[in-house]
């Protein structure tokens, strides 16, 4: 199981982090990744670290932004947001999967969390 954490109301150029944490065995062997969702549109890739610490990887709108890592010992992973736009207000997901994946796909990914909700004002 995933269960995120983090979200809340914050004004543009803000920041919050987000934590998810995930439950069972195996953590270090999984590969992470950050998904939204805002209301209307599609689910959205956006940052995933491999179980390979160097194996990172984010969505163009948020490179320089956001910041991915993982804490195997704690069984978290995180995603450091700064300098928030309106745009980027969702639902943030954390996804997990035990084996290869396509970064940027939903599909890849066979565990998720409820989601956190992340709302920038202007």
């Known amino acids: 199981q995933l269960a995120e954490s983090g979200g809340g109301l914050v004004q543009a150029g803000g920041s919050l982090n987000l934590s998810c944490v995930a439950s069972?065995?195996?953590?270090?062997?999984?590969?992470m990744a950050w998904f939204r969702q805002a209301p209307g549109k599609e689910r959205e890739f956006v940052a995933a670290?491999?179980?390979?610490?160097?194996?990172?990887h984010y969505t163009d709108s948020v490179k320089g932004r956001f910041t991915v890592s993982r804490d195997n010992d704690k069984n978290t992973v995180y995603l450091q947001m700064n300098a928030l736009k309106p745009e980027d207000t969702a639902t943030y997901y954390c996804?997990?999967?035990?084996?290869?994946?396509?970064?940027?796909?939903?599909?890849?990914?066979?565990?998720w969390g409820q989601g956190t909700q992340v709302t920038v004002s202007s």
């Open positions: 069972g065995t195996a953590f270090s062997l999984y590969n």
């Open positions: 670290i491999a179980w390979i610490w160097s194996n990172i």
């Open positions: 996804a997990a999967q035990n084996g290869p994946v396509t970064r940027d796909s939903s599909m890849s990914y066979s565990l």
